[in-house]
Each structure stands twice: as structure tokens, then as C-alpha cells.
């Protein structure tokens, strides 16, 4: 098993920049695909990204591509999500999940889940 705590959330501006962490403690932390998803009150959980146990697949949810960059450091066991020219509907709970396969955009294939971390972007 994993735990997942995710951190770095926060208040911005739009257009301002966040990066939050997934920090995992553990089995090996580089088994895992790690994703993030968020989800907005009233709104069904949304895909974000997702980076492979090597880093070199890191697909992204449509409404972040060229603005959200997943990257990680299985050194610190930790995935982070840099967001620039972040949006007002950006605003969210933000979660990382983890799971011991490919990545995939499906929040139900993801096995272990942190608590989520609030991130709200002002107009």
C-alpha cells in the first residue's frame, strides 16, 4: 500500500502560478502512476494528469494542456504539479491518486487517493 498527502494549495490571483506536491510514503513509490484530479462543488471529479512510473508518459486533461506540468522525483517520492496562468475555473479540491498499472484517465482505476487540497483562483 501507499499513502498519498497532497500539499501546496492555496489562494492566487488569476493568471498567478501554484505548485502543489504528492508526497507518498510507503511501498516503492516508483511502482506507481500517480494522477491528479480536482473537483469543484457540484461538479463531477475531473481528470487533470497523470505521469507513468518512469515519467515518460504524462498525459493531461484537455482544459490544462500547455498550463499544468506534472513532473516527479521518485529520489523524494513526491509528484508535483506546476500550474501557470491559472483561471478561475481552476478552483477546486485537487487530489492525487495512485495505482499500480499504466496511467489512465479513469479516477475509479486509481487505487489509492490523498485527502485533496483546496486551490482557489480569484478573478
Known amino acids: 500500500q501507499v499513502q498519498l498527502v497532497e500539499s501546496g494549495g492555496g489562494w492566487v490571483q488569476a493568471g498567478g502560478s501554484l505548485r502543489l506536491s504528492c508526497a507518498a510514503s510507503?511501498?516503492?513509490?516508483?511502482?506507481?502512476?500517480v494522477a491528479w484530479f480536482r473537483q469543484a462543488p457540484g461538479k463531477e471529479r475531473e481528470f487533470v494528469a497523470a505521469?507513468?512510473?518512469?515519467?515518460?508518459?504524462?498525459p493531461y486533461g484537455d482544459s490544462v494542456k500547455g498550463r499544468f506540468t506534472i513532473s516527479r522525483d521518485n529520489a523524494k517520492n513526491t509528484v508535483y504539479l506546476q500550474m501557470n496562468s491559472l483561471k478561475p475555473k481552476d478552483t477546486a479540491v485537487y487530489y492525487c491518486?495512485?495505482?499500480?498499472?499504466?496511467?489512465?484517465?479513469?479516477?475509479?482505476?486509481?487505487?489509492?487517493w490523498g485527502q485533496g487540497t483546496q486551490v482557489t483562483v480569484s478573478s
Open positions: 491518486a495512485a495505482r499500480v498499472l499504466l496511467t489512465t484517465t479513469m479516477a475509479i482505476r486509481y487505487d489509492y
Open positions: 510507503g511501498r516503492t513509490f516508483s511502482d506507481y502512476a
Open positions: 505521469i507513468s512510473q518512469s515519467g515518460d508518459d504524462t
